[in-house]
């Protein structure tokens, strides 16, 4: 099993472009969360997943959007960038949410410049 | 909302001294989690705490619950290089909520 798998792992947006990040994961877990970490903030949810076709805010949602078409992809989508969103950006998975612990991708290294 | 908070935000240890973080939430908690983030790396999942007072161990890792559910500690003993690294609680209100993430401990070893 690959886990959670994330691409790409850096990448550098001007002001005012749009990207995908990509997250997809081979465990068959219905929970698929995405997280951006900032230096010395911890972790911040933007949007989560209980399922296919499921999807909600998380606590940091504005600037993104997200779809779930099928279990194993969770794509984050970044509308215009702005250098508010340079950050790291974490995917995880889960099976359930009785708290048997995150998996989590590699994470992307972005840079809005 | 629910905050989670971590103490001290850094710690520096000679190799071989002990370390303990402490994780406190502003709000009772049904269970809490801790993570273990390497620099450069991702999180990844050390332990879930459920009931007030548990407390469990993993080699030199030691993990406790505080017994009104509001706090946690993570206590290493005998500190290694491999120990480095950023330590996470987090920690939720109840089933069905999602985790909130502390700001996390960054521990670092001298050898």
């Known amino acids: 099993n690959a886990g959670v798998t994330q691409t790409p792992k850096f990448r550098i947006l001007k002001i005012g472009q749009s990207m995908t990040l990509q997250c997809a994961q081979d465990?068959?877990?219905?929970?698929m969360y995405w997280y951006r970490q900032d230096p010395g903030m911890g972790l911040k949810l933007i949007y989560y997943s209980v399922g296919a076709g499921i999807t909600d805010k998380g606590e940091v949602p504005n600037g993104y959007n997200v779809s779930r078409s099928t279990t194993e992809d969770f794509p984050l989508r970044l509308e215009l960038a702005a250098p508010s969103q340079t950050s790291v950006y974490f995917c995880a998975s889960s099976y359930s949410d009785r708290g048997e612990g995150y998996t989590f991708g590699s994470g992307t290294r972005l840079t809005v410049v | 909302g629910q905050q989670v908070m971590q103490i001290p935000q850094y710690q520096h240890v000679q190799e071989g001294e002990d370390f303990t973080t402490y994780c406190n939430s502003s709000?009772?908690?049904?269970?809490i989690q801790w993570y273990k983030q390497r620099p450069g790396g991702h999180p990844v999942f050390l332990i879930q705490?459920?009931?007030?007072?548990e407390v469990k161990k993993q080699k030199r890792l030691t993990f406790q619950f505080g017994e009104a559910k509001k706090n946690s500690s993570l206590h290493i003993t005998a500190t290694q290089t491999t120990d480095v690294g950023t330590y996470f609680c987090a920690g939720r209100a109840n089933y069905g909520q999602n985790f909130v993430f502390g700001p996390g401990t960054r521990l670092s070893v001298l050898p």
């Open positions: 705490l459920v009931k007030s007072g």
């Open positions: 709000t009772t908690l049904s269970n």
């Open positions: 465990m068959n877990h219905n929970y």
